[in-house]
Each structure stands twice: as C-alpha cells, then as structure tokens.
C-alpha cells in the first residue's frame, strides 16, 4: 500500500518507507504516533497470524475449533496472570501502559478495515478478526514454552522411580537431582502430568493438537572491536524456532523523538526483542534458568478442596471459569485451583495427591519480551542492564556491544526463584516444607560478563556440539588477524559436525564383517565432516549419529523415558563414546563401544537401504533433509499455497546452522538471523523467512525464502540516507479529516 490514508487515532502524519525487501521504516513526531503505526503496519502485514496468536494463547482455541481444545484451552489459562494490571504494567518501564494503548490503537485502526473485506485467511478459517485491547499483550503462553524446568522435573522423577537415584545422577551428569526431596515419593509423577503440562499453548493445529516441537536453541556471540576487521564490535545472533510460516518474528525500524530502534519483533508486540539503537546492539540465546517448581499436594480425603500444611488441612482457592466452545450453545464451567505453591495443574484422585505448578512467570512483569521496550532506549552498557533488570520471561542470556567506548557483554536476564533447603530438580512434597521460594536472585547476581580478555563472548544454549565449535572457531583467529562481518555470517553457517571430528576416529580400530559396511567405514574416515546438501556420506553420518545415540541409552533408561533422555541429555554422547565407562558398558569398555559402533553403524545401512537407497548410491543429505514453511491453514489441496518450500538444508542439530525437529514441516532452525556493525549500522545485515507478509498474494509473502536457503543476507539500512536508497514504497498515515498535505 503506497500513498496516503486516512486513519482515526493519530495526532500528526506518519511516514512509512518499505524498503526493497518489506520492511518498514516508521517516522513518527511522537511516541503515540510512531507505536500507533507500529501497530497499524504489522496488522497490515500479519492480522491472521496475530488473531491466531492471541486466540491461542488467551486459552480461546476452542471457541473457532471446537472441543478437542477445551483440555489444552484450560491448561494455556492456567498459566495466566491473575495479579494487579497496575503493578504489571508498571513492571515493564516508562510509559508501557501508554505505548501498548497507541500500540493497540493501530492494530484496532487497520482491524477497522479489514472486517469490511477481510484476508482470505479468515475466510478458509471461518471466522473475523476482532477488536484488541492493551491486556492482549500481556499472556504467559509463549515465555511459559521458553522457559522454565516443570517438564525435566516430570521426566527426572520418572526416571528416578524407574531406575532408582543412583543409578539417574550417573547417567544425568550435570544435570542430576543431589537427593530426593523429603516426603517425595517420585513413582506418583507420572506421563500424564507431563502430558498435561505440553497441552500449555499446544500449536493451533486445524485438524489436531500435535506436541509443540521445543526449541533447538540459538546462537549468539560478541566480538570486541580489538578482535574486529571494523575496530568496533560485531554482534551475532540467530534465535532457533520453529521454522513455520508466517514466521515468529517481523523486521521493523521505529523512529520518533526519543527513539531510533530497528530489528525484529513479534507481529503481535511492540518494540523490537532484538536488534540495535543508535548507541547498543543486542542479541539473545535461550537460558536454562530454572524458573518454575513442581509439588505434590496431600489432598484431604473427606474435602477435594484442601490440602496438607503444617500438619494442617487449609482451604484451596478455586476460581470457576467459562470457554465457549464451538458447536454448543453453553460455556463449559471448569474449575481454577490455587494453593499457596501455585496453581493445581493435575489430581491424583486414588492417592489423595494434587499437583501444583509454581513459576515465576506467573510475577508482574513476565509477559514474554515486553520489556524489551526498556532495552529499546538503553543508550550504554549501563543502560543495557538497567533494562535487563527488568526483564522476567522469557529466561534469556542477552549479548550486547556499545558502539560508543567499544564494550561488549553477556547478562542473563529472568526471574529466578532463591531456593532454601533443596535445589528444585525434582518435584518437592507440598506439606513437608523446607522447599520454599525466598525472594528472587538479582539481577546483578545472575551470571554476567564484560569486556572478556579473549575479546569475544560467545553462548549455544549448552548445546556441547555447538558451544565447542562456536568457541573454537572464535579462538583459533591469531591475535594479528581479525574477525570481520562475512565471517560472522559463514560462523552462522558453518555445517562442520563437530561430534564427527571426535567420534569419526574411533572408526579407525575397527573393521566390519559385511563388505558394504566396511566399504562405508572406510569413506567416513575420509569424508570432510562437513553436513553440506550434496554429501552422500553426511547422510550416514547423522543417521548413525542418531542410531548410536539410541542404541547406547536404551540399556540403561526405560522404553517410555528414550526418547526424552535422548534430548535431554544430548551431551551425553560424545563423552560416553571417547571415554567409556561402567555408566555405559559391562564388561570389556572398549570391546563393547566398539561393537556398539559397528552395530548402529550396520544399522544404518540398512536402514538407508530399506529407503531405496543401496550403499553405491544413497541419497544426499539435501534430498532427506528439506524443511517446508507450514501455515496453520495449509493442510488440504485447496490451501498448500500457504506454505513455502520445501528447501534443502544443510547442517543438522548438532551444526551451528541447526535444523532439527520432525522435518519437513515442523522442523527447528533460525528464521531470522542478524550481524550488527556498531562501527557502521548500515553494514549491518539480516535475514528473517519466509518473508514480512502472510498473504500469498502479496509481494513479500516468500520473497526470503531463496535468500534464506543459498545462506544470503540483506542489508539493515538504518540512516536516513541508507533507508532513502532502498526505499520501494511510501505510505503516510494522516489523522481523519486532515487534507493531505
């Protein structure tokens, strides 16, 4: 849309410059206008997606689907906040009460106009777009997917009933409970509490309710300005999502007096989560923090409604509540229970058990990513983490360069509990006491760094694989030489398979009976190492990867606890191959690894092989790894134009450029990817796919999606001159009855 319009809600004109690749460049005279137009713009571009998105996540699926989601509805409203709006906005910064007020202003302003001919997407989805209020902004649903340890505590109490806690703090490392909490007995955790727990915001799915796919992480690093080609930092950044269409995030650049911010945001926030201002540049990796604890309740027998306290009975609090659900003419009443330790997510009604979920996020000011609105106008390092303070969900670890004084840092940022008397790993016994929340960690006690003598700050989410080589890669530049923009942009390509150089070896002692097998041991050994498209030997290499993996747990860890200890416990595999042990191995260490090696790697033959593909000619690695862009709406013939793709892909789970999940359409990866030069923000450069628009009708609908797959960037033009020179299209937004100029 070029031109001028004019729209109710504004106070003075607004320009809107799209540049050649969709992305707007917002020039308001007021903070109100230039969120109004925020507002207004993504509506322009995303309505459906935004509609679905708060539609899901207000727990209100059931309304447009029907009763298949009236389980995960009321589980997404669980979570929910429930406290003061006062205390909640005032949580996230100056003026954010205001900002989501003009912000919703817009979207409302281009709703307006689209209920007269509403996108075609409402119409295949059979319902209209509806009105927003500034309170839509502030659901826990998606920091509640990207945080906290509720699920891990489910699974360690699982296998710790399964196997005994001996037996699970070997094979969990790091990642092992120090003890049984007092009064706990772990058998009473069972699947279905976890199962009710992945129903929290569950993907709107029009013909069923899939398991959301987690997050495969993300990658971000920070080179100092004495290790950089430009003498001023470079900060990376590359969040792993669900690589799904639309996508998660949309590129936009907000200017007004007081701001001049521009990067990529969630279609329905305002602000930008990641990106630079004129003075800082900022990029996020997932963080582990542990933000939420599971108890078990002592249920009184003669009264469901209290539980056990101090060898007490105390009264729950319970809320009634209403869905309408589609095809009945009454909301369904479901019950809300709250004790002193949260909220009743499951009851075990045999045993006299509930159990209640705590989580941080549940706190005034945990909104995912709202408060990135403070970081927006941090104009130092210092201000970087003053904002950071306020920022509760998601739990993130936040990399930040300052062009001004050269500095770079990391700073996790998350409301995390302080725990006295047991280290939360594993549900806790409700009426013991002694696991109790005291008061949250601070920020300035969070972990946190600066200006690092090696002059780089790098994070891969304790992936091992990645961490390793993102590490090694950053370290292994001389001193003399530097670390320029494009190589930042191949380190976020880099498919090297880091477990390969180290697992690959060990291939070396072995020999294989069957000729076939042997004949592929011998060209692993001198295959590159490199998860490329077009190589047949990575195709080996990850299928055995995956196989060994699976071959080495199940010994050790029940059929029904496999595949969670597989991505739970990732790291594990290279260690446990290398150096084998007890944990792993009976008998002889080294004969045992080494026929496990050979056995999944005779596996692995056969199973390519029972694909189609014979040892002297399997397929590629591209010809079974592609990922699709799925659109909720694109699952019949009539409706497949939604999606985009499919794409080959490179890398795999364990690459710095990962791509892992249920391929091709639920696949994870970085959708968007960011390299900013705080020496010259107009050499900074992005991608972010499919593309800025969800009508396939439109310009920028998959316009990316090329670029995203050949591993190209486009420029982030940010001055006023860079922005002019890209300029495709100019909107300007004009209050109602003012005579265009």
């Known amino acids: 849309m070029a031109g001028t319009l004019e729209v109710d809600g504004l106070s003075a004109p607004v320009r809107i410059v799209r540049d050649t690749w969709g992305i707007p460049h917002i020039q308001a005279e007021s903070e109100g206008d230039l969120f109004f137009a925020q507002g207004f713009v993504q509506a322009q571009d995303r309505l459906f997606q935004m509609d679905l998105w708060r539609r899901s996540a207000q727990g209100r699926l059931s309304e447009i689907l029907g009763a298949n989601f009236i389980s995960r509805d009321a589980m997404t409203r669980r979570i929910q906040y429930r406290g003061s709006l006062d205390e909640e906005w005032a949580s996230y910064g100056p003026n954010t009460r205001a900002i989501a007020a003009a912000f919703v202003r817009g979207i409302n302003a281009w709703v307006a106009i689209a209920r007269l001919n509403p996108p075609a997407s409402f119409g295949l989805a059979g319902w209209a777009p509806e009105f927003w209020r500034p309170e839509d902004l502030l659901n826990r649903t998606d920091a509640f997917l990207a945080s906290g340890d509720a699920l891990a505590e489910v699974f360690r109490a699982r296998l710790v009933a399964a196997i005994g806690i001996g037996r699970a703090k070997a094979l969990l490392g790091s990642d092992a409970p120090s003890a049984i909490p007092p009064g706990l007995d772990p058998a009473a955790i069972t699947f279905q509490l976890g199962d009710s727990l992945r129903q929290v915001g569950a993907r709107p799915f029009f013909t069923a309710i899939r398991t959301p796919t987690p997050s495969a992480g993300s990658n971000a690093w920070a080179i100092s300005g004495r290790r950089s080609a430009t003498g001023a930092p470079i900060l990376a950044t590359d969040p792993h999502r669900l690589l799904a269409n639309p996508s998660l995030r949309y590129v936009v650049h907000l200017t007004a007096p007081g701001w001049n911010v521009i990067g990529a945001t969630a279609p329905w926030m305002p602000g930008v989560a990641l990106g630079h201002n004129d003075h800082v540049a900022w990029g996020m990796a997932a963080s582990d923090a542990d933000t939420a604890d599971l108890y078990v309740e002592r249920l009184n027998p003669e009264n469901r409604h209290q539980i056990e306290i101090g060898g007490r009975w105390q009264n729950t609090t319970v809320v009634q509540e209403s869905l309408l659900v589609k095809g009945r003419e009454q909301p369904l009443v479901f019950e809300q229970e709250y004790t002193p330790h949260g909220v009743v997510i499951g009851v075990d009604r045999e045993q006299h058990l509930a159990f209640t979920l705590r989580w941080s996020g549940m706190a005034p000011g945990a909104a995912g990513e709202l408060a990135s609105l403070a970081l927006n106008r941090a104009d130092s390092v210092d201000g970087v983490r003053a904002a950071l303070a306020r920022w509760k969900m998601p739990a993130v670890e936040v990399l930040y360069a300052a062009k001004s004084g050269g500095a770079i840092g990391s700073q996790a940022a998350a409301l995390v509990p302080v725990r006295r008397g047991w280290d939360g790993r594993l549900p806790a016994a409700g009426w013991v006491g002694g696991s109790e929340w005291d008061g949250w960690i601070a920020a300035d006690d969070l972990p946190h760094s600066s200006d690092p003598p090696a002059g ?166 591209g010809q079974l790894h592609r990922v699709i862009f799925a659109h909720p709406l694109g699952i019949t013939e009539a409706t497949r134009r939604f999606n985009v793709g499919p794409f080959e892909r490179a890398g795999y789970a364990e690459t710095l450029m990962s791509t892992s999940g249920r391929l091709p359409d639920t696949a994870v990866g970085a959708s968007f990817r960011a390299i900013f030069d705080t020496a010259n923000w107009d050499r900074s450069i992005a991608i972010n796919v499919p593309g800025q628009s969800e009508s396939p009708d439109g310009t920028h609908f998959a316009d990316l999606a090329e670029r995203w797959g050949t591993g190209e960037y486009l420029p982030l033009a940010f001055t006023d001159a860079a922005v002019n020179a890209n300029a495709k299209s100019t909107l300007t937004l004009v209050p109602a009855g003012q005579s265009p100029q």
Request: glycine share 2%; hydrophobic share 45%; charged share 25%.
């Open 456 to 621: 780089y700050l790098a994070s891969a989410n304790r992936n091992r694989a990645r961490t390793e080589r993102l590490r090694s890669v950053l370290a292994s530049f001389p001193p003399r030489e530097v670390f320029s923009i494009e190589d930042s942009a191949r380190l976020q390509l880099d498919v090297l398979a880091w477990n390969a150089e180290r697992l690959l070896p060990l291939f070396a002692r072995l020999r294989a009976g069957r000729p076939e097998v042997e004949q592929v041991r011998q060209r692993l050994l001198m295959w590159n190492r490199l998860v490329t498209t077009d190589s047949i030997d990575a195709t080996v290499y990850v299928t055995w990867e995956r196989l060994v993996r699976r071959m080495l747990v199940m010994p050790k860890v029940p059929g029904e606890l496999v595949d969670e200890f597989i991505i739970r416990s990732n790291e594990a595999l290279v260690p446990a191959l290398t150096e084998p042990s007890p944990i792993w191995f009976d008998g002889d260490l080294v004969r045992a690894r080494d026929q496990l090696i050979l056995s999944a790697l005779t596996a692995a033959i056969d199973e390519l092989e029972a694909q189609g593909s014979p040892a002297d000619s399997r397929q590629t690695w």
